[in-house]
């Protein structure tokens, strides 16, 4: 399988000490399914890392959840949580990891502490410690003057407090979140994103995922923009950031580029960075319009037609819809 | 393992948790099968076997004092079924409405001065008087019946009442017979023998022929007590297996795979409360068999000499019933699938296995068929207790075989857990 990343900026990431999760060319097809749901992802958070995946619905980020929760098993591809073999260690790689679901993952007809406490015995906690641990959760959600009510009285945002700190009942030192914050109200947004600081404060490493753009931007130090199961960009936000100052050339193709295409333009003089996506292709430059002719010369070489061209300024956003859309236009 | 064991009780204290608050569950677990046995076991109590305590009432209006009315009412009173009233007046108007009024099923009316009518007839008989000539007519002895009086009960009576006619027709012709030889032999006249004395037939005696060890055939209530404790028990796959999904549906299985918490255990905390749920089933059923059934006017049920046995019984059908719900939960997709699959095998496998239908009444190939089903097995092995008196050995292949399907059923299920991560 070639890269299917065209372009990451992956410098920062490599700074010390062993990774806290690293995925290497991790694909998985469901059964039947025609196209694989995640497809040669790379991808490494390090050690007391915020790192964020985004992305529309589709793009296999609950896939993604799910292998490294142990879930589903990969199709192919590894998955190394603080250095050890995900398969072959599964036991104790699931005591460091803990798991938010994105649809909360709770008994309705139980109460708050009831889910907390039957929860906390499964991650093997028990007397005192477990008593300790289920209060300090209520009070991390603040639900502590809900905690005897059902689950199924709660409101949504209420519920997804409650699922999250189920994730953090037994300490773990990493912390694995999908889309913790969709259909949710303002105030309990305000109070995830709050603590989810506090716990990268105190060292936890952190993946989450999300399709909200400023969600990704406020909390995490890095992001993957991921789409039909491939990391399209992956950078710190810094880097991105940067990326949006830029000028950008957006093309669309007559026919499908072949593979090589990112690359041979990616070494064209002048041209800063070229994302390549369905027939969709996007340059960044300091002067557009010096190297247009030159781009669209190339494109010719491999025999295709240039059906429209525009050019602009880019932010962050802009990159995130005009990868993810071209493909959806497919 | 000791860790293993904590989880195992705190996911059993869940799921007892999760079932205590569902009213209408409990209401349907507990409430509805015992419901269903006192219905069912008062409806059907006459369409088993030979119950010595159903009788019927009939009325024999002897409005003569003579020997047909004594040989009528000692034809009835010798059947254990009937329940006899005798009356030496009432019209036949009072007798239509006492059956209007549901007094009496059968009525008999014999006319007064039946008897004497009767020798009067014969005499004219033996006199040669020719048939056209003959001043007396045939007896008429009426016979009023319930419309809900069942056909052959029906055909039954009116045979009793035919033989009883006929005896007396034999004893008063033999008497004329008797006169006759008398008169006519003189000094060479030897009286007949007394037939009731030396009887020509021995007293009929059936003997029940079966295929095996002599069965006798389940009352209604030996055949609805454990029919409706194996229905109720496996109708639990359905809130088993749909509780099961739901657990899948709302996450909190996935959330359990994420931890290290093992294959049985969340099944082991799944099945046992249900499990308990059972037994009480089962306890309860019973317990209203014996204790309010008779008080309701319907049958006792005996419980046999083995509550050994009824344990080993009671437990091996409701692993297999669970086991069944675990595996349906396990392949289907959604809770509508699995709830409407496993009632639909469950009813089948209960028609089947002679739960709705008893197998006595099946013919021969069906009789076959049962054994398919894990409901006759389970039904046998009770019947095993209740009918044949037997003991733990006696229910052990029907136990076993049910421990089996238990097993099968709980490895089809754990292989499909496991292959799921
Ligand atoms: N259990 C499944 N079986 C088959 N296909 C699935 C399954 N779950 C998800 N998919 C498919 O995999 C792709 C990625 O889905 P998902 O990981 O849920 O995306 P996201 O969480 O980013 O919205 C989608 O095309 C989805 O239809
Ligand atoms: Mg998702």
Redesign the interface.
Known sequence: MNNPCPFSMQHAVKTGGVAAIELRQLSKRYKGARAPALNGIDLTVREGGFFGILGPNGAGKTTLM?VL?????PSSGSVLINGQDLQRHR?AI??V?G?V?Q????????TAR?NLE??G????L?GKHLQSRVEACLEIAEISGEADQ?VEHFSGGFKRRLNLV?GLIHEPRILILDEPTVAIDPHSRALIHQRLRELHAAGISILISTHYMEEAEQLCQEIAIMHHGRILVQGTVGDLLAMQRNETIQMQLTGDPPAALAQKLQKLPGLQNAFVSGRCVMVTAERPDEIAVQLMQTVHEHGLGVHSMGFGASSLEQVFLSLTESKAEK | MKQNLTKLVASILKEARIIGRDRQALFLFFVMPVVFVLILSLALRDAFGERPGATFPVLVVAGDRGEISANVIRAFRSNSHLQLTESDHASEVQVRQWLIEGRYMFAVLIPPGATEQAKRRIGEMAARVPKELLTEKPVEVRVLADPALRGDYRKVLEGALSLALHGVEMRLGGEQLDQLLKTTLGERYVPMPDMEQTPVFMPIHSEVVTKERGDPTPTSVQQNAPAWTLLAMFFLTVPLSVSFIKEREQGSLFRLQTMTVPAWVVLGGKALPYFVINLIQMASILAVSVHVLPLLGGDRLDLGHSPLAILVMGASASLAAIGFGIAVAMYARTAEQAASFSSAVVMIMAALGGILVPKAVMPPLMQDLAVFSPLSWGLDGFQDVFVRGGAVMQVMPEALGLLAFSALCHGIAILRYESRI
Do not use: H
Request: hydrophobic share 35%.
């Open positions: 799910s929760g142990g879930l589903l098993k036991a699931k005591r990891l798991m679901p649809e909360p993952a709770i008994y309705p007809t139980l009831e039957y929860f015995r499964m991650q093997g028990t059902r189920i």
